[in-house]
Antibody, heavy 122, light 107 residues
Framework: QVTLRESGPALVKPTQTLTLTCTFSGFSLTTGGMFVSWIRQPPGKALEWLAL???????YYSTSLKTRLTISKDTSKNQVVLTMTNMDPVDTATYFC??????????????WGQGTMVTVSS | SYELTQPPSVSVSPGQTARITCSGDALPKQYVYWYQQKPGQAPILVIY???ERPSGIPERFSGSSSGTTVTLTISGVQAEDEADYYC??????????FGTGTKVTVL
């Protein structure tokens, strides 16, 4: 069974750096065609794609946020970490991690974590 | 990156057909994926590669594509289909985009 679970602080202050961890099971990020991505959703608003890391170590970032984002992986721990610098109240959102399995569903996010709510406030 | 535009809302009576559109200039070159999201829950993939249905998704969900517009069709809508629906695509540079979202209300 494939699962992903997000973890991190529920509250951060403006200008701080946010670090979120996605811990997954049921697949390996060393398998060809596997990717893990971060996506966020402000309250009442649409989904927004943030970043992606692949089995081949390739990294991709949202054009509008790339200067603030870093994605990394620890394959021994089955974890993907996202850091976002200089947090602002507009970054308040639920942050999801999700898997891409290109060999089956191409560029679809086929399995999602439950999400973690992050509030940015002083 | 580019934008994907969806109607904000669609209302449909039980048993009728709901059609949700997603428009974007790059769509003729890229596949589209559709997600269903109920309040307080993570999205669920309902259509991939324009018209393929993952296992476990009911046959009443279908997808089609024509030029710069793709359509998610829900035939014989049921009360449980009331949710937000998002389209999603990817571009050749490895970035991804979601649509603006459509709230489906079952009357």
């Amino acid at each position: 069974q494939v699962t992903l679970r997000e973890s991190g602080p529920a509250l951060v202050k403006p200008t701080q750096t946010l670090t979120l961890t996605c811990t997954f099971s049921g697949f390996s990020l060393t398998t060809g065609g596997m990717f893990v991505s971060w996506i966020r959703q402000p309250p009442g608003k649409a989904l927004e794609w943030l970043a992606l890391i692949g089995w081949d170590d390739d990294e991709y970032y949202s054009t509008s946020l790339k200067t603030r984002l870093t994605i990394s992986k620890d394959t021994s721990k089955n974890q993907v970490v996202l850091t976002m610098t200089n947090m602002d109240p507009v970054d308040t959102a639920t942050y999801f991690c999700a898997r891409i399995q290109q060999s089956f569903t191409y560029d679809a996010f086929d399995i999602w974590g439950q999400g973690t709510m992050v509030t940015v406030s002083s | 990156s580019y934008e994907l535009t969806q109607p904000p809302s669609v209302s449909v009576s039980p048993g009728q057909t709901a059609r949700i559109t997603c428009s974007g200039d790059a769509l003729p070159k890229q596949y589209v994926y559709w997600y269903q999201q109920k309040p307080g829950q993570a999205p669920i993939l309902v259509i991939y590669k324009d018209s393929e249905r993952p296992s476990g998704i009911p046959e009443r969900f279908s997808g089609s594509s024509s030029g710069t517009t793709v359509t998610l069709t829900i035939s014989g809508v049921q009360a449980e289909d009331e949710a937000d629906y998002y389209c999603q695509s990817a571009d050749s540079s490895g970035t991804y985009v979601f649509g603006t979202g459509t709230k489906v209300t079952v009357l």
